[in-house]
């Protein structure tokens, strides 16, 4: 599959992948912010991207700036659309008690390509009857 990446900025870094086999391209800051506790920021990474009908582009946090910063992407996952074609920022917020410094080039997210269906909604008057019916959170219990 391919993807067409625009450099929107100089200082934008191409997504890649670090290790052979990884889900996420990395996506790279191209600005330095401060966030603070409790604070969220838009984050620019200075490209665009044109993804193939049919699919999506999921952005999701790094594990390692949520365990050691608590920072995380605040929609996540964040749904980049295949029609979308303006700059991907990525909505960081600070859920740690100190501020974090994202530089420019920090890896801030990462960009995970899915395909997607879309469905077909019809309205009914009922539906059909599961084991599950409507039981909702916490109705499978805790243990085995």
Same mark, same amino acid.
């Given at each position: 599959m391919e993807i067409k990446i %625009?450099?929107?900025?100089?200082?934008?870094?191409?997504?890649?992948y670090s290790h052979?086999? *990884? @889900? &996420?391209?990395?996506?790279f800051s191209i600005e330095e912010q401060e966030i603070l506790p409790g604070e969220t920021k838009l984050i620019n990474?200075?490209?665009a991207i044109a993804?193939?009908?049919?699919?999506?582009?999921?952005i999701?946090?790094?594990?390692? %700036?949520?365990l050691k910063h608590s920072i995380t992407v605040l929609?996540?996952?964040?749904?980049? *659309? @295949? &029609?979308?074609?303006?700059?991907?920022?990525?909505?960081?917020i600070n859920h740690g008690k100190k501020p974090f410094q994202v530089v420019i080039g920090m890896k801030i997210a990462q960009m995970v390509i899915a395909t997607i269906i879309q469905a077909n909604v019809t309205l009914?008057?009922?539906?059909?009857?599961t084991s599950r019916a409507?039981?909702?959170?916490?109705?499978t219990g805790t243990m085995k």
């Open positions: %625009l450099k929107l900025n100089e200082a934008a870094i191409v997504p890649h052979p086999g *990884d @889900a &996420g391209l990395d996506l990474t200075g490209i993804l193939p009908p049919g699919t999506e582009a999921q999701r946090p790094r594990s390692g %700036l949520a929609n996540s996952p964040g749904t980049i *659309d @295949a &029609g979308y074609r303006g700059e991907i920022g990525i909505i960081l009914v008057d009922k539906l059909d009857v409507t039981g909702g959170f916490g109705s």
